[in-house]
């Protein structure tokens, strides 16, 4: 093989298989590499030689091609580089390279690593549990696959943290009340100086001022008519006249000062009424329920914790296969 020829690499069989000009990928025997594979499509992949550099590009597969474990869109050419990953389905090669992108094997979350001694790439291991031996299953557990479960525990943790937070936004209920309490007293501790707590008895208060009011402004013509007439009692009259209109002041004063309380009922009855609506949504509140709900969501974390590892295990059992055999070994 030339130095300006390219290659796949297959880490399962050691083989090498040069790639052409322009070949196509499948599981059909038409295509100029044949993988017998149920995860591959009878028409997968194209591989286009341009330009020094090589092309892949996924035929709208049903399970795709991926690059370092990252989906190609389909009908669009993605240039290779050495030690990429190249995936089709669940079938793995490596481009140019008998040695994996190291990028690539570290996988995330829930799994332990172990060093190749030759080249250091990081191999997908379990810290306690060792990798089964890949007899035992030989079908390879795809990336779709294990991503399914990480993102369905992720799912898991984001319901577990939102129940919490109900938790601990519900738990200020009594806070809320005891601080609404605290308004009603100084509320009822104003009123309670007053000879009034209902706005119908300030009403009443105001309506008798105000009858009053209409009273002197009747004696004050009535008063004006004597002055007209009775000019020699002129003094007199003005004198009169000057504390009348100090008592509609005074009236006035008080009929403002009433408003004022007017406005301090309302709310304090606008208040009783929030604190009957926080009493009420606090009898309702059934912490045990929540609770139940977040030993239940724990569970399933636990659950989905074991089948995500369990198939991370499969899947570097069927594609990475014991110790002796990782990758670096040079095909023969």
């Excluded at 008998?98 to 191999?123: D, R, W």
Aim: charged fraction near 35%; glycine fraction near 4%.
């Amino acid at each position: 093989m030339s130095k300006d020829s390219f290659y796949l690499y297959d880490p399962e069989s050691e083989q090498i298989f040069e790639i052409k000009k322009l070949m196509t990928v499948g599981r059909s025997d038409s295509n100029d590499l044949p993988i017998k594979d149920q995860s591959i499509s009878s028409k997968h992949a194209r591989l286009t030689v341009k330009g020094g550099s090589v092309y892949v590009m996924d035929l709208d597969s049903f399970n795709s091609t991926y690059i370092n474990a990252n989906e190609c869109k389909p009908e669009v050419p993605y240039k290779l580089n050495t030690a990429d990953v190249l995936q089709f389905g669940d079938k793995v090669f490596y481009y140019n390279s008998v040695e994996a992108n190291s990028e690539y094997l570290a996988l995330p979350s829930m799994t332990g690593s172990f060093q190749t001694e030759k080249t250091g790439h990081a191999i997908v291991r379990d810290y306690y549990d060792p990798i089964l031996e890949a007899k035992k299953q030989k079908k390879a557990i795809g990336i779709k696959y294990l991503r399914q479960h990480k993102e369905e525990i992720e799912k898991l943790h984001e319901n577990l943290a939102q129940v919490q937070e109900e938790i601990k936004a519900s738990k200020n209920f009594k806070k809320h009340l005891e601080k609404k309490n605290k308004e009603l007293s100084e509320f009822d501790s104003y009123l309670s100086s007053k000879k009034y707590s209902e706005e119908a008895e300030v009403n009443a208060i105001i309506f008798s001022i105000e009858e009053v009011s209409e009273r002197i402004k009747s004696d004050k013509e009535a008063l004006q008519e004597k002055i007209d007439i009775l000019k020699n009692q002129l003094a007199e009259l003005e004198d009169e006249m000057a504390g009348l209109d100090q008592e509609k002041d005074n009236n006035a004063a008080m009929v403002s000062a009433l408003n004022t309380d007017i406005e301090i009922i309302k709310a304090r009855n606008a208040l009783i009424l929030e604190i009957e609506k926080i009493k009420k949504d606090a009898e309702s509140f059934n912490e045990e329920k929540y609770q139940k709900k977040i030993e239940e969501i724990k569970d399933q974390i636990q659950v989905k914790e074991r089948q995500y590892k369990a198939a991370q295990e499969k899947y570097a059992n069927s594609r990475f296969g014991k110790k002796g055999n990782l990758f670096g070994k040079k095909a023969s």
